[in-house]
């Protein structure tokens, strides 16, 4: 009787394991085999050259785009897993969480919401990655919201076009955004919304960075002036893609505090950086893991070197 009992009770046990423990992607995507990046919610995942959140970022793999699986996984202190994948011809390291057997799981397309499964492609060679889909963070023409196109200066860029089920590749040339007209004087109401805007951002000054954050417990850039908009009622997209499509267009030279600068060819390719203007040139944002939410410089140092465009969401 006690055999059965300890039998009985190490049933029970293995099935609530079963139960709480996540899915194990080794168990579904074999080393060598295809892998999609999915649940960012549209923002796409870092590839770091080593597996945990403090190693260099190597570049950003768009959701939906197709990775080689490598190696792994390794567990890091915090529990996470990481994998090392190839990507685009790079390879380094992404937390498991974010990817997903092809076919199998929705993928949130930027510009056009979830779509359907991502369709299944043939396992690369060792060391070859799948072609890449379009993913947040990549500028994109107006007329052409399925197309997401990486800013180079002078010269062609790479155009990826996605659909639920074909990833194909084309090049073109991208111009520098286009010059808007003279922006007309902002409304009283607009200034003082303006002003209490730029109050709130730069209280949060300190604030830590967190992949995908949008509380005060940590932000990331596109999640800090969700935020910060929020709070006066107004919702912007949740992706620094989506919201360089919000409001309209201003000038550097019309900024007033409360506007949204946006900055491209940063961590990835495309307009891949957001922050609020707060006067005197200078612009709050949750710059990266070393440096939370920070006030920066329009005019000098590295980010006078990325600066975009500027868009207007409160007249």
Known sequence: ???????LSAVLLVGMLLQTAPPSLADDIPVGSNAVVYNTNGGGVRLREAPNTQASIVTTIPEGAQVVVVEGPLTDPAGQE????????LSGWVVGNYLGVP???????????????????????????????????LAAPPAAPSLSTALAPAGAASVSATTATSVTTATTVLAPAPKPPPAPPRSAQGRATGAQLTQLALSLVGTPYVWAGKSPAGFDCAGLVVYVYGQFNVNLPPTTYDQWNFGRQIAQADLLIGDLVFFANTYGPGITHVGIY???????????ESSGVVRS????????TKFYGARRVID
Do not use: I, Q
């Open 1 to 7: 009787m006690s055999r059965l009992r300890l039998y």
């Open 82 to 89: 990481w994998y090392k994948v190839s990507y685009n011809g």
């Open 103 to 137: 076919g199998t799981v929705p993928v949130l397309t930027p510009g056009r919401g979830l779509g359907a499964p991502s369709a299944p492609v043939s396992a690369a060679p060792a060391g070859l990655a799948a072609s890449p889909a379009a993913g947040a963070g």
């Open 278 to 288: 707060v006067g005197d040139n200078m612009f709050v944002h949750a710059e990266n």
């Open 297 to 304: 410089s329009l005019v000098s140092g590295y980010w006078s």
